[in-house]
């Protein structure tokens, strides 16, 4: 079956630590993108990337960092300069100019 | 900067009561406007494209429709597992014709359908 996976489904954080959120797409798409959403809020995007090796920043990067070594995969880093990262976090990914497909979504919470 | 306003916030409706939510979109030009649903705890699924004003989409009890302003879902005989939030969303143009791929999201209408 085509589609995207992310892992873990649940996250927890301390204080001070990095965390790194996976995501994995099987449906040969070229874009990858990162999105954050908030209780009552719509997804924001976090970062994205078009080809592999490259990647740019979305609406709210601070705080997060990426990787874009291969195609089928995008890896989200959580550094500890993200001051609020209690959040789901979703993936998703395309071809240019089609509908983003997404993945279940990680739960990050900060203990 | 793309805007997305979705109205209203939250929806009540009885099993068979048809009804519309709106996505209003300011875009300097537009690529596409998709409508997804989501559930709790999950990502979104992806239901419709729509590209240009007049276009019209179906699935199942679900219908979308585009002006230059607006997008509409409408929902005919609803039914309780259509419960869900629905989310729009615009891609803009860039300046060379081509598309980022950047989706820009509207908050989402909550429905709720009672049996």
């Known amino acids: 079956d085509g589609g995207i996976t992310q892992s873990p489904k649940y996250l927890f954080r301390k204080e001070g630590q990095n965390v790194t959120l996976s995501c994995e797409q099987n449906?040969?798409?070229?874009?990858m993108y990162w999105y954050r959403q908030d209780p009552g809020q719509g997804l924001r995007l976090i970062y994205y990337?078009?080809?592999?090796?490259?990647?740019q920043k979305g609406d709210i990067a601070e705080g997060y960092s990426v990787s874009r070594e291969k195609k089928e995969s995008f890896p989200l880093t959580v550094t500890s300069a993200q001051k609020n990262p209690t959040a789901f976090y979703l993936c998703?990914?395309?071809?240019?100019?089609?509908?983003?497909?997404f993945g279940p979504g990680t739960r990050l919470t900060v203990l | 900067e793309d805007q997305v306003t979705q109205s209203p916030e939250a929806l009540r409706l009885q099993e068979g009561e048809s009804s519309s939510l709106n996505c209003s979109y300011t875009?300097?030009?537009?690529?596409?406007l998709f409508w997804y649903r989501q559930d709790p705890g999950k990502g979104p699924e992806f239901l419709f494209t729509l590209y240009s004003a007049g276009e019209e989409k179906e699935k199942e009890r679900l219908k979308a429709t585009l002006t230059k302003k607006e997008s509409f879902l409408h929902i005919t005989a609803p039914k309780p597992e259509d419960s869900a939030t629905y989310l729009c969303?615009?891609?803009?143009?860039?300046?060379?014709?081509?598309?980022?791929?950047?989706?820009?999201f509207g908050q989402g209408t909550i429905l709720t359908v009672h049996p």
């Open positions: 990337s078009q080809i592999v090796n490259d990647f």
């Open positions: 875009v300097s030009g537009l690529r596409g």
């Open positions: 969303a615009v891609q803009e143009l860039n300046a060379g014709g081509t598309s980022y791929g950047k989706l820009t």
């Open positions: 998703a990914s395309s071809n240019p100019g089609s509908a983003q497909y």
């Open positions: 449906l040969n798409h070229d874009a």
